[in-house]
């Protein structure tokens, strides 16, 4: 595997712009948009990290340099196998499923990036091995830190889990 393999940068405190008064979340062309306020009480906002980013680049989001590397971002097993569940990451049902993944399948980054989500819904259902799936994809919830708030990164929201409860009853 070619690349960096990172956890979500967007989890820091200070990842974007924003006032945390307000509940305020900007990305920081919105900040630049907004000439520095923040839009709820017009004050300025604390200025994150991407701001600094963005001052830096020479070409726009999303493009790619033509040497550019991949680079994959994940989320530690437990995170998953508790968003699946609905539960805490330290909590001891999930501390079973990931003592026993590892048992069966093999070490976490091996599980994160190359095991087979067939063998991962075998072993620990589909639910998991659908958060396994969104993880590698990037088909995640992302909520950026600002002003001294923590990011958070979300799998599966509350609605997804309830269907998914209801198809393994029916069964």
Do not use: W
């Not at 963005?54 to 989320?75: N, W």
């Amino acid at each position: 595997m070619i690349g960096t393999v990172e956890f979500f940068p967007e989890e820091g405190k200070y990842h974007y712009d924003g006032h945390r008064d307000c509940h305020a979340r900007l990305h920081p062309q919105e900040t630049i948009k907004n000439k520095g306020l923040c839009p709820v009480c017009k004050k300025l906002v604390t200025v994150g990290v991407m701001a600094r980013v963005e001052e830096l680049a020479d070409h726009p989001e999303g493009r790619k340099a033509p040497r550019s590397r991949p680079y994959y971002s994940l989320i530690p097993l437990p995170e998953i196998i508790a968003d699946a569940k609905g539960v805490g990451a330290n909590s001891k049902s999930v501390e079973d499923i990931y003592k026993s993944m590892l048992e069966n399948l093999g070490n976490e980054l091996f599980i994160l990036r190359e095991a087979s989500l067939k063998d991962i819904e075998k072993k620990t259902g589909s639910l998991i091995a659908e958060g396994i799936k969104r993880v590698r994809s990037g088909k995640v919830h992302i909520a950026a830190g600002y002003d001294g708030e923590f990011g958070a990164i979300k799998i599966f929201d509350e609605q997804e889990r309830e269907i998914s409860k209801e198809q393994l009853s029916f069964f």
